[in-house]
């Protein structure tokens, strides 16, 4: 095991035990399952069993459904039996947070038991307690004495139980001595299997879900080597970015963490968390997971790169690669956008809009939006218009020669091309951008490029462009950072990811998951999204198809879902799409941020209001206010703790009732939730976080 993985150059799942849920095995190479959750009230058992039936029938192998007491657990056999009855026998998962006899009840009845190991028997007061090693040796023979009864009864039943972390609600135990951090997430969770295993009980799987991807994926792999050291082997992982939210940005940060453990073979079974109805999560899984079922895995072999034998960088830690500033790329810029138009054949101001540039004629003035594009590729093509002031073109370098504005166009070479016109000086550009294939990993062109950036005087106007065509191509670019690094190059690197999918939530979960993979272990200055001419097309194509389909499923604000539950009804065009996407990325990483972000729990039975209605109504009021964090949490199991990460918190705390954080802090009680969504704004206001459109 390399680290954390088989490989870090190839994909190759990890070996795991195996879990008997019912009659589904999982582990051990089995197929990645694909789950989701109920969102109904438990004790009303036909619209349980109702929803759960559209969730099976969309794909969903297994299906969880909230107990917070005894009565909702008892009334899992009355939803079983339903669900029998009507022949369908996928298994069902009870959901557990702070009540041991609801989960042991759960467990004589369902195939599988989920437990928050932050909550099952600790409580959370966001207290420090200093603990000397035989007070802390003694919490856990109390977390053993009330957890035990739990693992034999469901050793006894042949229940499985998922293991089950969530970042923001661990204990005051595990806080006070490993802080909010991954390793405390791991060590939450660990606790919880020594015992297990003490049992002579293996029927488990594990999660560690975080609504910031860079903590969950961190999490994932400190727990697979912790696993590795004590025991030598790994149960099953559950893979799940909490709270994701809903729409694109939902996807995306679903992708961008569950994808980046996929492409390195981990993880046994996913669910996509959206403020959504469950069933338009299932679309999403599958499209995550039938990447390794045929791309990866059905189609042509591999190509070697060669394998990592020096890691210079930490995959437990985030930090972003070192490298020198050419131009506003590169240092300590966030990472750039580029654009790709060269699709278009005649490029007009109008093909601006569609990357965040709009042109007032009366004014004759540019006016720029958060999520402007920072460059433009064009291929051959020069503009025939005055540019935005900040907006550059990049051309291929044969027809940048005859550009007239040197200042404004830049060329793009072919490593070959570059390196003939560094031996010549004839690279003349202000930036000189690099096409730099994975196929040159190895051979003689690599290092020659290499050290030719050894030169200042080149070098310091030089940004590299890495990409890959083979279908390890994630893994094939992260070794192009390494060997780079250890070289000891510091030019900046554009991403540059191409899509030959065919949907939309396709080419959204293919950008997702390869850029945010090695965005989130720091690599990248820059992404570049581009997508095939078939595909394109067929891009077209789809919208098209999809803008004259209108679902007899409509969402809070009334707009209608296609079948995966996004809303296409804003007719974007193929170059919006990407640049939107690729914004969305990049603030899924936490590399650069362009707009409010909402961490939203995907609803359950315990919800107190109406989440995805909620959830609408705020974005629509706040989605101006860049870089604030609001969490919209449907009760307090997921309130002041799962939302630690956000600035400002709307949770349930009663029917009818709203609690308003500022941080983790109480800012107003029980407030009315008729009007708690102005008393949001009101807070927002107070706390100066507020901007005026």
């Known amino acids: 095991m390399q680290l954390y993985c088989n490989s870090l150059t190839a994909y190759s799942r990890l070996k795991t035990k195996e879990v008997k849920i019912g009659d589904l095995l999982l582990g051990n190479f089995h197929p990645i399952r694909l789950q989701t959750m109920t969102t109904t009230d438990t004790m009303d058992t036909m619209a349980t069993v109702e929803q759960s039936i559209r969730c099976i029938e969309a794909g969903a192998e297994l299906v969880r459904i909230t107990a917070p007491s005894k009565k909702e657990a008892e009334n899992l056999l009355n939803i079983k039996n339903e669900l029998l009855k009507r022949g369908y026998k996928t298994p069902l998962i009870a959901d557990i947070h702070f009540t041991p006899n609801a989960a042991e009840i759960a467990?004589?009845?369902?195939?599988?038991?989920?437990?928050?190991?932050?909550?099952?028997?600790?409580?959370?007061?966001?207290?420090?307690?200093?603990?000397?090693?035989?007070?802390?040796?003694?919490?856990?023979?109390?977390?053993?004495?009330?957890?035990?009864?739990?693992?034999?009864?469901?050793?006894?039943?042949?229940?499985?139980?998922?293991?089950?972390?969530?970042?923001?609600?661990?204990?005051?135990?595990?806080?006070?001595?490993?802080?909010?951090?991954?390793?405390?997430?791991?060590?939450?969770?660990?606790?919880?299997?020594?015992?297990?295993?003490?049992?002579?009980?293996?029927?488990?799987?594990l999660s560690m879900k975080a609504s910031n991807p860079k903590v969950m994926v961190q999490a994932y792999r400190l727990l697979i080597q912790q696993m590795d050291a004590e025991f030598g082997e790994h149960y099953p992982l559950h893979l799940g970015v909490t709270e994701a939210g809903d729409g694109e940005d939902g996807r995306v940060k679903s992708a961008v963490g569950i994808g980046t453990l996929l492409e390195d073979g981990i993880g046994d079974t996913i669910r996509v968390s959206l403020t959504e109805d469950p069933e338009f999560e299932v679309p999403v899984c599958r499209d995550l997971v039938k990447r390794y079922e045929c791309e990866l895995q059905e189609a042509k072999p591999e190509i070697p790169v060669g394998t990592i034998e020096q890691m210079p960088y930490d995959p437990f830690g985030y930090k972003r690669r070192e490298t020198i500033v050419v131009d506003n790329i590169g240092g300590h810029h966030p990472p750039v956008v580029i654009a790709d138009l060269s699709k278009i054949a005649k490029i007009t101001p109008k093909h601006l809009e569609s990357i965040g540039y709009t042109y007032n004629e009366p004014t004759d003035k540019w006016y720029i939006g958060d999520a402007a594009a920072d460059y433009i590729f064009t291929g051959d093509q020069v503009l025939d218009f005055a540019l935005p002031g900040t907006l550059k073109v990049i051309l291929n370098a044969s027809?940048?020669?005859?550009?007239?504005?040197?200042?404004?166009?830049?060329?793009?070479?072919?490593?070959?091309?570059?390196?003939?016109?560094?031996?010549?000086?004839?690279?003349?550009?202000?930036?000189?951008?690099?096409?730099?294939?994975?196929?040159?990993l190895g051979t003689p062109l690599f290092l020659d490029l290499l050290k030719c950036l050894s030169d200042t005087a080149i070098s310091s106007k030089t940004v590299l462009c890495f990409y890959s065509e083979n279908?390890?191509?994630?893994?094939?670019?992260?070794?192009?950072f390494v060997d780079a690094m250890n070289y000891g190059n510091k030019n900046p690197v554009i991403i540059v990811c191409d899509?030959?999918?065919?949907?939309?939530?396709?080419?959204?979960?293919?950008?997702?998951?390869?850029?945010?993979?090695?965005?989130?272990?720091?690599?990248?200055?820059?992404?570049?999204?581009?997508?095939?001419?078939?595909?394109?097309?067929?891009?077209?194509?789809?919208?098209?198809?999809?803008?004259?389909?209108?679902?007899?499923?409509?969402?809070?604000?009334?707009?209608?879902?296609?079948?995966?539950?996004?809303?296409?009804?804003?007719?974007?065009?193929?170059?919006?799409?990407?640049?939107?996407?690729?914004?969305?990325?990049?603030?899924?990483?936490?590399?650069?941020?362009?707009?409010?972000?909402?961490?939203?729990?995907?609803?359950?039975?315990?919800?107190?209001?109406?989440?995805?209605?909620?959830?609408?109504?705020?974005?629509?009021?706040?989605?101006?206010?860049?870089?604030?964090?609001?969490?919209?949490?449907?009760?307090?199991?997921?309130?002041?703790?799962?939302?630690?990460?956000?600035?400002?918190?709307?949770?349930?705390?009663?029917?009818?009732?709203?609690?308003?954080?500022?941080?983790?802090?109480?800012?107003?009680?029980?407030?009315?939730?008729?009007?708690?969504?102005?008393?949001?704004?009101?807070?927002?206001?107070?706390?100066?976080?507020?901007?005026?459109?």
């Open 471 to 480: 279908k390890n191509a994630m893994q094939s670019v992260r070794k192009m």
């Open 107 to 205: 467990a004589r009845i369902v195939e599988k038991v989920r437990v928050n190991p932050g909550n099952y028997v600790d409580k959370k007061k966001f207290e420090f307690i200093e603990y000397t090693d035989v007070e802390y040796n003694e919490e856990i023979d109390r977390i053993r004495e009330r957890f035990t009864p739990l693992v034999k009864i469901c050793r006894q039943y042949g229940t499985a139980m998922r293991i089950g972390t969530n970042h923001g609600s661990l204990s005051d135990r595990i806080m006070s001595r490993y802080g909010d951090t991954p390793m405390g997430m791991v060590e939450s969770a660990m606790e919880f299997l020594r015992i297990a295993r003490d049992e002579n009980y293996h029927n488990i799987v």
């Open 499 to 693: 899509s030959n999918w065919q949907t939309i939530d396709e080419h959204l979960i293919h950008y997702s998951t390869e850029c945010g993979a090695l965005l989130l272990d720091g690599f990248g200055d820059g992404i570049c999204l581009g997508i095939t001419k078939s595909s394109y097309r067929g891009l077209l194509e789809v919208k098209s198809e999809e803008l004259k389909v209108e679902s007899e499923t409509a969402n809070a604000n009334g707009q209608f879902l296609n079948a995966s539950g996004r809303n296409y009804l804003n007719n974007l065009s193929a170059e919006q799409f990407i640049n939107s996407t690729a914004f969305t990325i990049l603030q899924a990483t936490r590399t650069r941020i362009s707009k409010t972000e909402y961490i939203s729990c995907p609803s359950c039975g315990r919800t107190l209001f109406d989440l995805q209605e909620t959830t609408a109504k705020i974005r629509s009021r706040t989605n101006h206010l860049k870089g604030v964090k609001i969490a919209i949490m449907g009760c307090i199991v997921n309130g002041p703790g799962e939302m630690a990460d956000a600035d400002f918190g709307y949770v349930g705390s009663g029917v009818g009732k709203i609690t308003l954080y500022k941080g983790k802090e109480i800012m107003k009680r029980n407030v009315d939730s008729a009007i708690a969504v102005d008393e949001l704004i009101n807070l927002l206001k107070d706390s100066e976080a507020w901007v005026d459109l």
């Open 399 to 440: 027809a940048w020669n005859g550009a007239e504005d040197k200042n404004k166009y830049l060329p793009i070479y072919h490593t070959t091309d570059f390196l003939t016109a560094c031996s010549k000086r004839e690279n003349s550009g202000l930036i000189n951008f690099v096409m730099v294939g994975s196929g040159l």
